[in-house]
């Protein structure tokens, strides 16, 4: 029995992708332009289980983000301004690949630009350029016309748990409402009475039949939103993975019954194939997973 291979540890650097890899145009020159494609990541508590780490999701990130900046595209994403997050991810990748004005959006929900500091606001803004904007949005997710007014004072986080919650689903609705396109990446699996928020993001696309692109291979919610369309992807599930959070439970479920009804993967709308869609879900390999993606993109475009 061979033994085990054993995990390379990635050499030291200031970026999150000590391996950067070259841009491969996968679309034609401008194959995206004026379309603009949402991102649904955060970190997957499967990624352990599947022996991944944190850097492979991110290299997979990179390349969806590069294939969307060649090709013309434009990227919406929901976050916030973390050092080291996926927004610090994009802003590399922006800088590199990023050929066009307002090539990235950062919306931020009501809740998390109260609690960024002017500084950290001027930082990306600055880094952003001609290239991106900063969305600040209102308590009913209504962009603000200007990203330095409508916050307290710095530190106060007076806001409750459900004002939060409220603001993050305006935030959502906001961005599916701007968007073309959306790709979903991990997902945690949020316990207590807080739905997923990939889940919310990808059902609000999907009930605008907006193309969605599920890259499963990293765990987490994505997975499961694929095994409801697909029950040959449960296999994909990491062993030890967490329990769906219970409020995704019965929406998962009706999204089954939709999938048995009205043919699985073809709820998707998103150019691609039964065979192509279960190797997205299936697949952590960055360069497959932009091919698979860039693939459909450009399929949908062409119709």
Same mark, same amino acid.
């Given at each position: 029995?061979? !033994?085990? +291979?054993?995990?390379?540890?990635?050499?030291?650097? !200031?970026?999150?992708?000590?391996?950067?890899?070259?841009?491969?145009?996968?679309?034609?020159?401008?194959?995206? +332009?004026?379309? +603009?494609?949402?991102? !649904?990541? !955060?970190?997957?508590?499967?990624?352990? +289980?599947?022996?991944?780490?944190?850097?492979?999701?991110?290299?997979? %990130?990179?390349?969806?983000?590069?294939?969307?900046?060649?090709?013309?595209?434009?990227? %919406?994403?929901?976050?916030?301004?973390?050092?080291?997050?996926?927004?610090?991810?994009?802003?590399?990748? %922006?800088?590199?690949?990023?050929?066009k004005r307002g090539a990235l959006s950062l919306c931020l929900a009501w809740n998390v630009h109260r609690r960024t500091s002017l500084a950290s606001l001027e930082t990306t803004d600055g880094r952003l350029g001609m290239r991106g904007q900063i969305v600040a949005l209102d308590a009913a997710g209504q962009p603000l016309a200007d990203w330095r007014l409508g916050r307290p004072a710095e530190g106060i986080d007076d806001l409750s748990a459900v004002q939060k919650e409220a603001a993050f689903n305006a935030m959502r609705t906001f961005v599916c409402a701007q968007e073309h396109?959306?790709?979903a990446i991990g997902g945690r699996r949020r316990g207590g009475d807080v739905m997923p928020g990939i889940v919310e993001e990808v059902l609000l696309s999907l009930e605008r039949r907006h193309p969605v692109y599920l890259a499963g291979g990293f765990g987490g919610t994505t997975i499961d939103i694929a095994a409801a369309l697909d029950p040959l992807c449960l296999t994909l599930k990491a062993p030890t993975a967490a329990a769906v959070a219970p409020r995704a439970v019965p929406v998962l479920a009706e999204l089954a019954r939709k999938a048995a009804v009205s043919g699985g993967w073809r709820l998707l709308n998103n150019g691609l194939d039964d065979d192509e869609n279960r190797r997205l879900a299936a697949t952590h390999r960055p360069s497959e997973i932009a091919a698979l993606v860039a693939t459909g993109l450009g399929r949908v475009a062409r119709s």
């Open positions: 029995m061979s !033994s085990p +291979a054993t995990p390379v540890t990635p050499p030291p650097s !200031s970026s999150p992708l000590p391996w950067p890899l070259p841009a491969r145009r996968l679309l034609p020159a401008g194959a995206l +332009a004026g379309r +603009a494609i949402a991102l !649904s990541v !955060s970190d997957s508590e499967d990624l352990g +289980a599947l022996g991944l780490l944190g850097t492979h999701l991110q290299l997979a %990130l990179a390349e969806i983000a590069r294939v969307v900046f060649v090709s013309d595209g434009r990227l %919406l994403y929901g976050g916030d301004l973390r050092p080291g997050g996926h927004t610090e991810l994009l802003l590399q990748e %922006l800088t590199r690949y990023g050929r396109a959306r790709v």
